[in-house]
């Protein structure tokens, strides 16, 4: 037999031990659910026109869900702009007993560049694993939902070139 009729099922066999990607648990809405949406411009814009609010509702019309955004269009995963004594982000998501968190991070943090890249990956797991701690609706700790930052690309014709920005911010939730 020649190396090259060999060759795929060699590469086949070893195909069988590379790791598999993990894929998502899929969200479960309760009955009554408290959603909390935070993050940037993305989440802020979404509170003039409640178009995901909507979907969802009228995708569970009986669980009678409550909607808060709490989202600033300055907002990155490690920052919280408000006013003084406005309070933090877990104090509102505490006051708005949040079961369900639409989180919306990362294009703010991607005008870093590459070398803001690893600090947001700090910060979001931070986040992720701070939130994961909490008991904001006191019945147990939310359910993180994660948005990707939406896409920026050069449209000549339309706009000019966008500023430089770090090559993955995706790549730093997964």
């Known amino acids: 037999m020649k190396p090259v009729q060999i060759l795929p099922g060699v590469l086949l066999c070893l195909a069988a031990w590379l790791p598999r990607p993990v894929a998502a648990a899929p969200l479960e809405l309760k009955p009554g659910d408290h959603i909390a949406i935070v993050g940037n411009a993305l989440a802020d814009r979404m509170q003039h026109h409640g178009w995901l609010e909507t ?24 920052t919280w702009h408000r006013s003084e004594n406005f309070g933090s982000r877990d104090e509102w998501l505490t006051k708005t007993k949040a079961d369900v968190v639409l989180a919306c991070y990362g294009f703010n943090e991607s005008f870093g560049g590459d070398a803001g890249l690893d600090k947001f990956k700090q910060n979001f797991d931070k986040f992720l694993k701070d939130a994961k701690a909490q008991n904001y ?14 896409a920026n690309c050069a449209r000549p014709i339309f706009t000019p070139a966008p500023p430089p920005r770090a090559s993955s911010v995706t790549g730093a939730t997964g």
């Not at 509702?57 to 995963?77: I, M, Q, S, T, Y």
């Not at 609706?137 to 939406?150: C, D, Q, T």
């Open 55 to 78: 979907l969802i509702a009228a995708k569970f019309p009986k669980h009678d869900l409550v909607f808060r955004n709490l989202a600033a269009a300055g907002d990155e995963v490690a």
């Open 137 to 150: 609706s006191g019945k147990g700790a939310p359910r993180v939902v994660l948005f990707s930052p939406i």
